[in-house]
């Protein structure tokens, strides 16, 4: 009787549904909590999430290696040529706003705000700023070193634009990671660092780390639910994106998965540090679904 028992448990996990997500380790949070509150209604389906970057999931995507990307960046003109020399029909669905956070160490009492131009004299291409006092007159003698996301990442591609003005283009003498998790504790355990990644990664570790406001020119702004979701916090405020293989749509349950995707990631993004979009917005992108 155990045994039979125990076969037929095997036989209930073995149903050969699986949706297949990765990509951005910045929407990361948000499609890992999609999928563990999925799996609750349908236990049936399988719901694995990477974290190879928007670039790397991307890679896996355009081929048909994957169903569902997770993006904190539109994609690519090279990728979306890449996609229809393969075959692959897609749809774009936006389903959260992300504030991209700089964060120094909790020990770091000098800096509270960073001008856009300090930031760029500090991350652009050939940059030889390696002390504190370099960037900003007052600032002490102090070591600076540097974390952010590696080439692959979707962050590294909207930060690199936003702030050195063009994609892509950025010092490389940094410590470079797809793992924001990996970036929290880099700067964390740095007195003299500085890194940028999502903000929910602040969120979720704002007593290791302090979060500087930015100035863009019409005052230093900091990342915050409130500033996010008005645009103030600029020009770092970006939205983030899945995209999903319309063929993998012909499967009831990945349908299943995107609409319950779309159905609940307003909450879920606020839940793990995000600012979900109006409702009208989730609407129109269910009604293009449907």
């Known amino acids: 009787m155990l045994l039979a028992l125990v076969m037929l448990s095997g036989c209930g996990t073995g149903t050969g549904k699986e949706i297949l997500v990765d990509g951005s380790s910045t929407v990361f949070p948000i499609s890992q909590a999609v999928a563990e509150e999925f ?12 974290i ?50 700089i964060v120094v160490n909790s020990s770091n009492n000098f800096v509270t705000c960073l001008t856009t131009g300090e930031l760029k004299s500090i991350w652009e291409p050939g940059s030889k700023l390696k002390n504190w006092n370099q960037v900003r ?32 283009a950025s010092r490389s003498d940094y410590t470079a990671s797809s793992d924001d998790n990996v ?21 979720e570790n704002r007593e290791i780390l302090n979060v500087l406001g930015v100035d863009d020119g019409a005052g230093c702004i900091r990342p915050s639910i409130t500033t996010i ?31 319950f995707y779309l159905n609940n990631a307003a909450e879920l993004a606020e839940e793990v540090g995000y600012v979900g979009l109006p409702d009208s917005e989730y609407q129109s992108q269910l009604d293009e679904l449907n």
């Open 39 to 50: 799996r609750k209604v349908r236990p049936d389906v399988q719901v694995p999430v990477g």
């Open 52 to 101: 190879s970057g928007t670039g790397g999931g991307m890679k896996r995507f355009v081929t048909g290696g994957i169903d569902v990307a997770d993006a904190s960046r539109r994609m690519k003109e090279s990728e979306r040529e890449e996609a229809v020399a393969n075959g692959i029909e897609f749809t774009e669905f936006t389903v959260a706003y992300d504030g991209l956070s």
């Open 137 to 168: 007159d007052g600032f002490p003698d102090k070591p600076l070193r540097l974390y952010g996301p590696d080439t692959d990442s979707g962050t590294f591609d909207y930060f690199t634009r936003a702030i050195n003005g063009e994609e892509d």
């Open 183 to 203: 970036l929290v504790q880099g700067v964390s355990g740095d007195p003299g660092s500085i890194g940028y990644f999502g903000f929910a990664y602040y969120t």
């Open 229 to 259: 979701n008005n645009g103030s916090y600029s020009p770092l405020s970006r939205p983030m994106f899945i995209y999903v293989n319309n063929a993998s749509l012909e499967h009831e349950y990945v349908q299943a998965f995107v609409r």
